[in-house]
């Protein structure tokens, strides 16, 4: 039994097939990329994790426990998605923490929380800023750290590092690793590039299209 496995996943939009009987598992403390063309169905496995979206066969198992009805909240899981998730219009310190209230933390406990992730993105001194005023990089690590900051079992990662150059991709793959081996957080990532895909994940699994 693998940590957390996909089985026979097939899912379709309107009529239209996305995912014909995908499986996979990984390991826990594992990274495993997902790669593929565009309109492939990365996403669309990546929420389907998250409990997002219900598929319409197969199962997501966990420790070997279905999962695959559970709402996101009760997965243990984050998502960093292909866009920032970051409020515009508060601080950048609220949109890390926002949430931890509704889950008992208590303000200084929250404060550490958010603390504790922004360190580890190295963004401590970019908390009291609106997203509006940030770089590229700095905003996609503001993200990781919102997602990181309930200390998640699987982070998942929906092409995380497509938009910054390439000396900041390379960083931010690092202070990946790193942060991954720290919580002992299993990854499952995204990518379209074969290089990020050598330099991070343990396991890569590609998808195509041709079959349909
Ligand atoms: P990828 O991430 O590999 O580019 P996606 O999982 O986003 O692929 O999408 C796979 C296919 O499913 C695409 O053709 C996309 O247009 C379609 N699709 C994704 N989400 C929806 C949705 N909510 N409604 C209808 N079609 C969708
Ligand atoms: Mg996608």
Redesign the pocket.
Known sequence: MSYLEAQHLSHS??G?P?LKDVSFSCEKGETLCLM??????????L?ILAGLIQPDQGTVLLEGANITNFKPSERHLAMVFQSPALFPHTKVRHSIGYGLHKLGYNNAEADQMVMDAARLLKIEDQLDKYPGTLSGGQAQRADIARAIVRKPEILLL?EPFSSLDQQLKEELMEEMKRIQKKMGMTMIF?THDETEANILSDKIIY?NHSEF
Request: glycine share 16%.
């Open positions: 939009f309107k239209t996305v593929g063309p565009s309109g492939s169905g990365k996403t669309t496995i929420r929906d995204v998808l």
